[in-house]
């Protein structure tokens, strides 16, 4: 099955909210991307408990939020994404401790992930991929929108598939009519 996901790259709630609002009535999830100039010097909207009141209207979720964390250390952001209703966080394999961050989100009932940028070999992920619930293929390096795909990442997409082929993959930057059809 293939799914939309729009990514959100924003510092401005205001823009925030409008984007979502835009995309909501058309797809079931929107990722959020979060930076905080730990990994990457771009930072993001960090004000999490925003999103706690903006995610439901009487009792009905108006779309799925996933967290995608560009940040050094992403663990300390489990608990507040959490508690503002995302449903999915997704670290970088380039982070400090990847392997702390999924022992911590091994406690927790929601969906996690690892995102491997553009220029990170494939074996830095490979040994985390059987207990991921989803893993994120940056198509460019990760910190910026507009991007153009590099097309030797979607030969990571063929070999993780390949080895997991139950594992869901998403994949970002570069992405329009044409390099989604490759993708």
Do not use: C
């Not at 960090?46 to 995610?55: I, P």
């Not at 997409?157 to 930057?173: G, K, Q």
């Amino acid at each position: 099955m293939i799914d939309i996901i729009p990514a959100i790259f924003e510092k401005d709630w205001d823009e925030i909210v409008k984007k979502i609002e835009l995309v909501a009535p058309h797809v079931d999830w929107v990722q959020i991307d979060i930076a905080d100039g730990s990994l990457m010097p771009t930072t993001t909207f960090l004000e999490f408990t925003k999103f706690a009141s903006f995610g439901f209207a009487q009792d009905k979720q108006l779309v799925n939020l996933e967290a995608h964390l560009m940040v050094a250390t992403p663990e300390k952001y489990i608990q507040p994404l959490i508690d503002a209703g995302f449903k999915r966080i997704i670290a970088h394999v380039e982070a400090n401790d990847s392997r702390l961050f999924l022992d911590e989100m091994e406690k927790e009932s929601i969906e996690a992930g690892l995102a491997i940028d553009g220029g990170t070999p494939l074996e830095q992920i490979e040994p985390y991929l059987e207990n991921l619930d989803v893993v994120l293929v940056m198509m460019a390096e990760a910190g910026a929108s507009g991007l153009v795909l590099q097309s030797e990442n979607v030969e990571k997409i063929r070999a993780i598939h390949a080895s997991f082929p139950d594992l869901s993959i998403e994949a970002e930057e570069g992405i329009d009519e044409q390099t989604a059809k490759v993708i």
